[in-house]
Structure formats: C-alpha cells, structure tokens
C-alpha cells in the first residue's frame, strides 16, 4: 500500500472548515484513499473513501486531485467535538480483503 | 447491536505471564482484526482474519497469538507477557466487501 504524509498538527477555530492535507504521491490506479480519526484514544472511527472523485456524506468532504497525489478532508463546520487524531490511509481496493496501515496522522485540535 | 466488544478494558501483567484478550462482534462481520497502539503512535496490525478457520499475520505477530473457531469470536493470546507489549489493543471487524471498519474500545495492558 502506498505511503502518506500528514503534517503532525493543525488547529482550526471551531465554526471554521477544518481542511486536513495528506499528500499519496506513490498512490496506484487500484488504491483508494481512506480517513479515520481517533477521538481521545477511543477506537478508530471510520469517516469516508474514495478513489478518484469528490465524495461527501454527513461528517465530511473528501477532494481528490485530478492526479490522484494528494487529498484533503474537509470539516465543514468544526466543533469541539472534532478536536481528534485524523489518519489518512491508502489501500488497495475498496473492500477489506486488505490491511489498514495506520501512519502518525494529524492532531486536529479545534478551539473556541 | 453491541459492535465490537473487547475485554478486558485494563489489564496489568507480570512479566512472564499469559492471557487472553477477548474480542466479540455481533454484526456477522467475515474479517476481524488486531492491532496495538504505542504512545503517540499510530496503529499497528498484529494479526488479522477473513473468516473462521482462517488467520493471517500482520505487521508485528511476534509474541501473540490467535485463532478464529467462530465468526464471533477473536481473541488474542500472549504466551509470554513481555514489557515491550505494554500497550492499548483495539479489535476491529469488518465485512469482507464492506468499507468500514469498526473498532472496539480497546485493551489498555501493562506488564510490569
């Protein structure tokens, strides 16, 4: 599975969009980008995943760019309660024949 | 509906000593996972399972064990409880086509 890089940390205000980048550069033609976060070492909470388009569902917005080396997750309207670890993984497939591979992830901390 | 379930919730060991750490889903996921999370880290994969009868290794087997005798069932065994495996554990499940991963609350373990 390819590799991802987030950076370490972001702070957004709350009532804000919270946009977290992730850059995949490696990412092959079968691989989809997932996002999950880590409320206070709770499990992992699944968020959304795609492949090549924009999705969007009820906790976020994911854009892909049209070459499929980055991506960004998008909180539209931050609350405390999203204030979290934010991972972003690449996997072959959409199913879960495969692994996640967690990296280090971005702390999101949303202030008031 | 409970999920996924783990128990126990905290755990302190001896060097040296073995146990088992349960994982239960009641949604008729095939694949189930573990995984242990060191501090400030992401999650690691230890072991996985596509379905009963069938386990796999993943990142960091070493030290632990599993079987699948159910579709219900994972548990987790260390032989052996070495300090190296002090470390918050989360099982997840799965359906094999499906997307989303659901975790459990976790195991916090010590060994002393």
């Known amino acids: 599975d390819a590799k991802t890089t987030q950076p370490p940390s972001m702070d957004c205000a709350e009532g804000r969009a919270a946009n977290l980048p992730c850059n995949h550069s490696t990412i092959s033609g079968n691989e989809y980008v997932y996002w999950y976060r880590q409320i206070h070492s709770q499990g992992p909470q699944y968020i959304i995943h795609?492949?090549?388009n924009n999705e969007t569902n009820e906790m976020a917005s994911l854009i892909i760019t049209e070459d499929r080396k980055s991506s960004t997750l998008i909180l539209p309207h931050a609350t405390l309660r999203d204030t979290a670890v934010y991972y972003c993984i690449v996997r072959v497939g959409s199913s879960n024949t495969g692994k996640l591979i967690f990296g280090q992830g971005t702390t999101l901390q949303v202030k008031p | 509906n409970a999920g996924v379930t783990q128990t126990p919730k905290f755990q302190v060991l001896k060097t040296g000593q073995s146990m088992t750490l349960q994982c239960a889903q009641d949604?008729?996921?095939?694949?189930m996972s573990w995984y242990r999370q060191d501090p400030g880290m992401g999650l690691r994969l230890i072991h996985y399972?596509?379905?009963?009868?069938?386990?796999d290794q993943g990142e960091v087997p070493n030290g632990y064990n599993v079987s699948r005798s159910t579709t219900e069932d994972f548990p987790l065994r260390l032989l052996s409880a070495a300090p190296s495996q002090t470390s918050v554990y989360f099982c997840a499940s799965s359906y094999l086509q499906g997307t989303e991963a659901f975790f459990g609350q976790g195991t916090r373990l010590t060994v002393v």
């Open positions: 795609g492949l090549k």
């Open positions: 949604m008729n996921h095939e694949y």
């Open positions: 399972s596509v379905g009963a009868g069938i386990t």
